[in-house]
């Protein structure tokens, strides 16, 4: 079992930045994909940038160039720097971890993100 903890979240103006962090416990060697999702109100949950266990780095299209996923091993973390955030940025935004323990995929509770314009 993994638990995963988000925060991090908060109000920004338009053009400003946030750092989100995820803490991880449990079975942290199990865990392969590390990430981070969104939703929107009115909207589905959607994919905004993973890292997996061997560093490689995927991220949605609105938010390339702007977003950054890193990760520290040592405390069992990792973060999504926002830069240039926009108002269409403001979401719920999930801490995520694909594990090979059931039930595999394990989500944070959400922390929430506005951005006004």
């Known amino acids: 079992q993994v638990q995963v903890v988000e925060s991090g979240g908060g109000l920004v103006q338009a053009g400003g930045s946030l750092r989100l962090s995820c803490a991880a416990s449990?079975?942290?060697?199990?865990?392969?994909?590390m990430g981070w999702y969104r939703q929107a109100p009115g909207k589905q949950r959607e994919l905004v940038a993973t890292?997996?266990?061997?560093?490689?780095?995927n991220y949605a299209d609105s938010v390339k160039g702007r977003f950054t996923i890193s990760r520290d091993n040592a405390k069992n973390a990792w973060y999504l720097q926002m830069n240039s955030l926009k108002p269409e940025d403001t979401a719920v935004y999930h801490c995520?971890?694909?594990?090979?323990?059931?039930?595999?995929?394990?989500w944070g509770q959400g922390t929430q993100v506005t951005v006004s314009s």
């Open positions: 995520y971890a694909k594990s090979s323990d059931y039930p595999y995929d394990y």
């Open positions: 449990g079975n942290i060697l199990s865990i392969n994909v």
């Open positions: 890292i997996t266990s061997g560093g490689s780095t």
